[in-house]
């Protein structure tokens, strides 16, 4: 038999890829990027810095905007089984990250672009990043249990599920991992 995976399966799965995606996105951002500011030159960051910025949007802040917007979308097409709460969760995180941005980064930010590197404001910077990383943290781990408590769905599964939805080249694959999903699977 041939299972029809539902709408709400869909989105809970591309819902979940970009989480994912971002979880590894601000990890490399904060871990990994920031962390490397302090070895380019004074003469050189604010060019360095100007050039990263549409960069750092395009990788990570649109994907985050997705995310998000995804994840209100579950508020009316869940699968059955994920509970309420659980988006909930995810988008009090998501407003916790919105507001760690907007009252600390983007000004920091701003201010690296208009007076060049300085350390104990690259410090904050690091600093509040982990707000930003829990929030990540927190949304992965959310649905990761939904899909695995909630969902009936196993770890192994659902990490081939993603994988495949995100190379978007293997949807059978994709079918095949979340196919036999109780939550969210019609059976012909």
Same mark, same amino acid.
């Given at each position: 038999?041939? +299972? %029809? $995976?539902? !709408? /709400?399966?869909?989105?809970? *799965?591309?819902?979940?890829?970009?989480?994912?995606?971002?979880?590894?996105?601000?990890?490399?951002?904060?871990?990994?990027?920031?962390?490397?500011?302090?070895?380019?030159?004074?003469?050189?960051?604010?060019?360095?810095?100007?050039?990263?910025?549409?960069?750092?949007? +395009? %990788? $990570?802040? !649109? /994907?985050?905007?997705?995310? *998000?917007?995804?994840?209100?979308?579950?508020?009316?097409?869940?699968?059955?089984?994920?509970?309420?709460?659980?988006?909930?969760?995810?988008?009090?995180?998501?407003?916790?990250?919105?507001?760690?941005?907007?009252?600390?980064?983007?000004?920091?930010?701003?201010?690296?672009?208009?007076?060049?590197?300085?350390?104990?404001?690259?410090?904050?910077?690091?600093?509040?990043?982990?707000?930003?990383?829990?929030?990540?943290?927190?949304?992965?781990?959310?649905?990761?249990?939904?899909?695995?408590?909630?969902?009936?769905?196993?770890?192994?599964?659902?990490?081939?599920?993603?994988?495949?939805?995100?190379?978007?080249?293997?949807?059978?694959?994709?079918?095949?991992?979340?196919?036999?999903?109780?939550?969210?699977?019609?059976?012909?």
């Amino acid at each position: 038999m041939e +299972a %029809i $995976v539902s !709408a /709400p399966s869909l989105l809970f *799965v591309l819902t979940f890829a970009f989480v994912c995606y971002v979880l590894g996105a601000t990890l490399v951002e904060g871990l990994v990027n920031y962390r490397s500011w302090r070895h380019v030159g004074p003469k050189e960051f604010k060019t360095y810095h100007r050039a990263l910025g549409p960069r750092v949007i +395009a %990788i $990570v802040v !649109a /994907p985050f905007v997705i995310s *998000v917007a995804l994840t209100v979308l579950l508020l009316w097409f869940r699968p059955r089984a994920i509970p309420l709460w659980s988006i909930w969760l995810s988008l009090g995180a998501d407003g916790l990250a919105l507001i760690v941005s907007a009252a600390f980064q983007v000004p920091i930010q701003l201010e690296f672009d208009r007076s060049g590197l300085s350390l104990p404001r690259l410090d904050r910077l690091i600093m509040m990043e982990w707000f930003r990383m829990l929030r990540t943290v927190s949304t992965s781990l959310v649905c990761l249990d939904d899909a695995t408590t909630h969902g009936k769905l196993s770890v192994t599964k659902l990490t081939a599920a993603v994988g495949a939805f995100m190379e978007l080249g293997d949807l059978d694959c994709f079918y095949e991992c979340v196919g036999f999903w109780s939550i969210g699977c019609n059976r012909t």
